[in-house]
């Protein structure tokens, strides 16, 4: 799952982007209001992780404004605002211009990603918290993945491709969509490094089993394939 991280301290955001990362997420950083708005606009991220506080120079000049932008110009991506402020009325302050959950600072990092994770649920009408395709299920809390009763282990790259994957059961999704949803926008490496995840892929959660549920598209990229097709 790829996310946005707002936040103008480069220790916090350092921080974050390592923890995020290590739990299987694409991270982008950026640290004003102005670049916050343009990256969110132009790309799909599954959660923004918004600081309320920005000291840059770039307008809008804080969180709030931030979210109040976005939702003006139509972008409905989950936004947690985290803030040292504690007081009600900027909770109440940051609900009302569309954020979806607040965290005030200092916090716990396993309730971040318990939080990211129910807003990512929410983030459209058909999120469960474990995702089944065919005897095939995947349980994002748990980072576990299983086909029928037998348990397999995967990377946390892996891990988030098979993701984006399901949830997108019966889509041919291109190597770009791959490409943004599970590495980041900073990646310039071969784009073919998604067909070496998928292979690795096949060889865990395919082969062992004699089923072919992830199909290449040609010309495309790669479907998951749907247990209902």
Not at 6 to 13: G, I, L, R, T
Request: hydrophobic content about 45%.
């Amino acid at each position: 799952m790829r996310v946005l991280v707002v936040e103008d301290s480069v220790k916090m955001a350092s921080l974050l982007r390592t923890g995020l990362e290590r739990a299987g997420y694409a991270v982008d950083v950026v640290g004003e209001g102005s670049e916050a708005v343009w990256m969110a606009l132009e790309h799909p991220y599954d959660a923004i992780v918004l600081d309320v506080i920005l000291e840059g120079n770039g307008a809008p000049a804080d969180g709030f404004e931030v979210c109040r932008s976005l939702r003006e110009q139509g972008c409905w991506s989950p936004v947690l605002m985290v803030t040292a402020r504690d007081a009600v009325q900027d909770r109440v302050r940051g609900l009302d211009v569309g954020a979806d959950d607040y965290l005030p600072k200092p916090f716990s990092f396993d309730e971040l990603l318990a939080r990211l994770r129910a807003l990512v649920r929410r983030g459209a009408p058909e999120r469960p918290s474990a995702i089944t395709v065919g005897d095939l299920g995947l349980d994002p809390a748990a980072h576990a993945v299983h086909r029928g009763q037998r348990a397999i282990d995967l990377t946390p790259t892996e891990f988030a491709l098979l993701e984006c994957l399901m949830r997108n059961a019966g889509r041919a999704l291109s190597r770009a969509e791959l490409l943004e949803h599970v590495w980041d926008f900073a990646y310039e490496g071969d784009p073919r490094i998604v067909n070496v995840y998928v292979r690795s892929l096949r060889d865990k959660i395919d082969r062992p089993f004699d089923v072919d549920s992830i199909e290449t598209v040609r010309g495309v990229g790669y479907r998951m394939r749907d247990a209902d097709a």
